[in-house]
């Protein structure tokens, strides 16, 4: 019943800003690790940030550290991914996702059982 819908995306400058949301509905929880992750054309899809109800902490990859943030709304069952200072290699499809543990690691992209569909994101000029 666990249901995840991603919005926010679009078409924006380099040097933009956008921030997705994902709404969770079904969610029942009290272990888990909540991800966003993105695929771009030709690309595997890999994780953009990620944290775990077990560690007071996120992750970010590398490519956004300092520029995107992660954040929830545990009242609107909603997590948001503000990105600022965008570039034309953010452009992907942006995927939020939910998995039924912890851990202490968040950033595998196999470990993750329900997935929203995900929504465009277009940095171009």
């Known amino acids: 019943q666990l249901q995840l819908v991603e919005s926010g995306g679009g078409l924006v400058q380099p040097g933009g800003s956008l921030r997705l949301s994902c709404v969770i509905s079904?969610?029942?929880?009290?272990?888990?690790?909540i991800g966003w992750f993105r695929q771009a054309p030709g690309k595997e899809r890999e994780v953009v940030s990620c944290?775990?109800?077990?560690?007071?902490?996120?992750y970010y990859a590398g490519s956004v550290k300092g520029r995107f943030t992660i954040s929830r709304d545990n009242a609107k069952n909603t997590v948001y991914l503000q990105m600022n200072s965008l570039k034309s290699e953010d452009t992907a499809v942006y995927y939020c996702?939910?998995?039924?543990?912890?851990?202490?690691?968040?950033?595998?992209?196999?470990?993750?059982?329900?997935w929203g569909q995900g929504t465009q994101v277009t940095v171009s000029s």
């Open positions: 996702a939910v998995r039924d543990y912890s851990g202490y690691v968040c950033f595998h992209r196999e470990s993750y059982q329900h």
């Open positions: 079904g969610f029942s929880l009290d272990y888990y690790a």
């Open positions: 944290f775990s109800s077990s560690v007071d902490s996120t």
